[in-house]
Antibody, heavy 122, light 106 residues
């Protein structure tokens, strides 16, 4: 059974930093793209970042470029999201998601973690 | 950015009825469309990908159709566990989601 378990969420002040982790199990982690997707009641679901199987390619939504960094450790079956210079609008539930990508096509998200709540507030 | 528009925002149905949810893309996305189901307090769950392929473990009463800019998710005979919010997502050019359709019990 595929399991994705996020951790590291919490309350942080504007301008602060937070690192989310996602522990994966039940599948060969190194075979899959991995992603972060966030959700708020106001803006709905928003893709945040993707990382390729071997960590060689990373992509971000424009609003987090230069502030967030996605990474993975295949030896530890873990995905990370380093979030710096946090803003109020980054407050959301952050989901770790497994990406399914057919060559030449984009990614859909076939398994999701339970989510980690990030609150940016003074 | 490709904008995904779902309709209706809320759909009130009774168990046993057929539900039809719509999703429109602001430009052609071929068949690069997924549908997700989300229940309160839970993560989204993949229902359909490539516009019409059911995900693992999804019952046959769920079906997807469409290509280009117009897509439909149909649920042939609603069960109690089907009442949830449904989101469409395009993966043709980057990734964007619709705002969701709340399928509620009438």
């Amino acid at each position: 059974e595929v399991q994705l378990v996020e951790s590291g969420g919490g309350l942080v002040q504007p301008g602060g930093s937070l690192r989310l982790s996602c522990a994966a199990s039940g599948f060969t982690f190194s075979n899959y793209w991995m992603s972060w997707v966030r959700q708020t009641p106001e803006r709905g679901l928003e893709w945040v970042a993707n990382v390729k199987q071997d960590d060689s390619a990373k992509y971000y939504v424009d609003s987090v470029k230069g502030r967030f960094s996605i990474s993975r450790d295949n030896a530890k079956n873990s995905l990370y999201l380093q979030m710096n210079s946090l803003r109020d609008e980054d407050s959301a539930v952050y989901y770790c998601a497994r990406g399914n990508k057919i060559a030449g096509d984009g990614i859909y998200f076939d398994n999701w973690g339970q989510g980690a709540l990030v609150t940016v507030s003074s | 950015e490709i904008v995904m528009t779902q309709s209706p925002a809320t759909l009130s149905m009774s168990p046993g009825e057929r539900a039809t949810l719509s999703c429109r893309a602001s430009q052609s996305i071929s068949i690069h469309l997924a549908w997700y189901q989300q229940k309160p307090g839970q993560a989204p769950r993949l229902v359909i990908y490539d516009a019409s392929t059911r995900a693992t473990g999804i019952p046959a009463r769920f079906s997807g159709s469409g290509s280009g800019t117009e897509f439909t998710l149909s649920i042939s005979s609603l069960q109690s566990e089907d009442f949830a919010v449904y989101y469409c997502q395009q993966y043709h050019y980057w990734y964007t989601f619709g705002q969701g359709t709340n399928l509620e019990i009438k």
